[in-house]
């Protein structure tokens, strides 16, 4: 890829009051140095993104939505549109699996919510991947084929450069605190599923496009199995559930990507 700053996001998902998420940001200030290597983005939950976006030292982080709604204004009572969010954040969430198989969001919502999210200059967060039954019936290219080609199919060229995909196989997903004791899948496979995406936005892109888009992995990602994560081949950073609520692992996280960063460069 071109952009060599490693992404590292926290999906703090539906966690922390205003207050609580206030705090997380200053312990994360407190332990977290500022790395030019690395681009740090925070995604706490719809109430908190306000309040935090006046907290926020946005030399170290940038923020997230978890979702919005795909149109821009209108009778649609309870809901936050991308057009809302353009001041608060640099990136928003779009089809993750708590989403997809908790809220019915098909392949034509997230499509709509990817072309909304690029029409208000927010960089969407993709996230593809396989069940666990999908997985078991060897489904996965098929999963990540339809997910990405959907998602991806109303951008133009330019649009495309703006995505950044992330591949979370749903059988990998931790329920929140349990990340540290829950099946990761092996590099092998995770290397597997990214060439594969590189492959569909190849199809729809070109070379560029495909080379140039950073592809995260997420999924119990911990402070212990980071750097082995961001090691893998193609992986350009990773979405982080559960450890992105405690500040000793997230700063472990980042830690981990520093080291391999420069490690990497010093060879």
């Known amino acids: 890829m071109t952009n060599n700053r490693t992404l590292i996001v926290g999906n703090w998902k539906m966690n ?51 979702n919005a709604y795909h149109i821009d204004g209108g009778a649609f009572t309870g809901e936050v549109s991308f057009s809302m969010l353009q001041d608060l954040v640099h990136y928003a969430i779009v089809g993750h699996s708590d989403r997809r198989h908790k809220f019915g969001e098909n392949l034509d919502m997230v499509r709509d919510k990817v072309s909304a999210a690029i029409r208000n200059d927010i960089s969407p967060i993709l996230c593809v991947g396989e069940t666990q039954v999908e997985r078991r019936q060897k489904e996965t290219k098929q999963v990540l084929h339809d997910q990405v080609t959907t998602a991806l199919s109303n951008l133009t060229s330019l649009d495309v450069a703006k995505v950044v995909i992330a591949y979370e196989p749903v059988w990998a997903l931790s329920s929140g605190t349990d990340y540290l004791h829950h099946e990761i899948p092996t590099p092998d496979l995770i290397a597997d599923a990214v060439k ?29 199995t ?13 979405l982080v559930g559960g450890a992105s609520l405690n500040y000793q692992e997230f700063s ?12 990497s460069e010093s060879k």
């Open 16 to 66: 922390l009051n205003v207050q609580q998420a206030s705090l997380l940001l200053h312990r994360l200030h407190e332990r977290i140095r500022i790395r030019r290597e690395i681009e740090l983005v925070l995604a706490p939950s719809m109430l908190a993104l306000q309040p935090l976006s006046l907290q926020i030292d946005r030399r170290k982080f940038r923020l997230a939505a978890q």
């Open 226 to 238: 980071a750097r082995g994560l961001l090691e893998t081949e193609g992986v350009d950073g990773l």
């Open 252 to 263: 472990g996280i980042v830690d981990a990507a520093y080291r391999m960063q420069t490690a």
């Open 196 to 224: 594969a995406i590189r492959h569909h936005v190849y199809e729809l892109y070109g070379k560029k496009a495909a080379t140039e888009m950073r592809v995260l992995y997420g999924g119990s990602t911990s402070a212990s």
